[in-house]
């Protein structure tokens, strides 16, 4: 089975930085759609970004692009989430996810459609909290 692993989270004050990584196993497909997804308390899961690797397109939500980068390296298909000006809001746990088809096509729909629903493997996730 695919594996997502995820590190980097943490607590931070205010307008401070993190840069959290998304480590795969036993994922050796040609192209992937992968992405940052968070979870607050009480909260629906959202799109934080994603990226599909066919055209190396990131997808963010919303005005996410604004202080959020996403970046991946092909090499060993490492994911990571760049977090800059940081604030409270942005406590959530932090999953990373890939879309669990080879469909070149509907990989590349389900990135730009940033639903977390489009997503079949997830990490366990890691906690980011912002005080």
């Known amino acids: 089975d695919v594996q997502l692993v995820e590190s980097g989270g943490g607590s931070v004050q205010a307008g401070g930085s993190l840069r959290l990584s998304c480590a795969t196993q036993?994922?050796?497909?040609?192209?992937?759609?992968m992405g940052w997804f968070r979870q607050a308390p009480g909260k629906e899961r959202e799109a934080v970004a994603t990226?599909?690797?066919?055209?190396?397109?990131?997808y963010y939500a919303g005005s996410m692009r604004d202080r959020f980068t996403i970046s991946h390296v092909s090499a060993n298909n490492l994911l990571y989430l760049q977090m800059n000006s940081l604030k409270p809001e942005d406590t959530a746990m932090y999953y990373c996810?890939?879309?669990?088809?080879?469909?070149?096509?509907?990989?590349?729909?389900?990135?730009?459609?940033?639903?977390?629903?489009?997503?079949?493997?997830w990490g366990q996730g890691t906690q980011v909290t912002v005080s």
């Open positions: 996810a890939a879309v669990s088809t080879t469909v070149n096509y509907i990989m590349k729909s389900r990135c730009s459609d940033l639903n977390p629903a489009g997503f079949g493997f």
């Open positions: 990226f599909f690797s066919g055209n190396d397109t990131t």
């Open positions: 036993k994922f050796h497909w040609s192209n992937v759609c």
